[in-house]
T-cell receptor, first 111, second 110 residues
Framework: GEDVEQSLFLSVREGDSSVINCTYT??????LYWYKQEPGAGLQLLTY?????DMKQDQRLTVLLNKKDKHLSLRIADTQTGDSAIYFC???????????FGTGTRLKVLA | DVKVTQSSRYLVKRTGEKVFLECVQD?????MFWYRQDPGLGLRLIYF???????EKGDIPEGYSVSREKKERFSLILESASTNQTSMYLC?????????FGSGTRLTVV
């Protein structure tokens, strides 16, 4: 079945870049997403990439998509303490609004 | 701004109780979802609905049911709460791309 995998933890120093990785299995996904969850809150859509794109940049965020390897990454430039959160990648199954979420990566930013 | 509102942030219920979790969205979305979130397991889909009075099982529907009598409201029902249903419950809605999530309900069953 469909599966989305992420590493559970990442720790970086303030000002460094963070790279959060994700692998997925459904090659027919239309969109792939990155969500951010701050403590005690729901998930907030950060950015998304259409499956026919390789890269998308949005201010400090860069999304890279390698369809051959089914690998998605989120790079956060100049990481700040406010970026500390859990980051989820998700894919939507083609023709549906159903998403498959990864396990989430907890990013800790050290001052 | 699209708003998805979950009626309770925290709930404590006893084993065997019938529990209702309510979710309301104000953007006229047709598609609504209930997920549970557990550490190390990510989000798992319980039920979803594409239209009023329509429901479909997700990946882990056992022990749950849902109700969608009006377009804006999607309720999750735990028929007889058990301790393994202690979790964070998240409601979401969408009409195009990207879900909008509610703030979540943290349910503890004792």
């Amino acid at each position: 079945g469909e599966d989305v995998e992420q590493s559970l933890f990442l720790s970086v120093r303030e000002g460094d870049s963070s790279v959060i990785n994700c692998t997925y299995t459904d090659s027919s996904s239309t969109y792939l997403y990155w969500y951010k969850q701050e403590p005690g809150a729901g998930l907030q859509l950060l950015t998304y990439i259409f499956s026919n794109m390789d890269m998308k940049q949005d201010q400090r965020l860069t999304v890279l998509l390698n369809k051959k390897d089914k690998h998605l990454s989120l790079r956060i430039a100049d990481t700040q303490t406010g970026d500390s959160a859990i980051y989820f990648c998700a894919e939507n199954l083609r023709g549906t609004y159903k998403y498959i979420f990864g396990t989430g990566t907890r990013l800790k930013v050290l001052a | 701004d699209v708003k998805v509102t979950q009626s309770s942030r925290y709930l404590v219920k006893r084993t065997g109780e019938k529990v209702f979790l309510e979710c309301v969205q104000d953007m006229d979305h047709e598609n609504m979802f209930w997920y549970r979130q557990d550490p190390g397991l990510g989000l798992r889909l319980i039920y979803f609905s594409y239209d009023v009075k329509m429901k479909e099982k997700g990946d882990i529907p056992e022990g749950y049911s849902v109700s969608r009598e009006k377009k804006e409201r999607f309720s999750l029902i735990l028929e007889s709460a058990s301790t393994n249903q202690t979790s964070m419950y998240l409601c979401a809605s969408t009409d195009t791309y990207g879900y909008t999530f509610g703030s979540g309900t943290r349910l503890t069953v004792v």
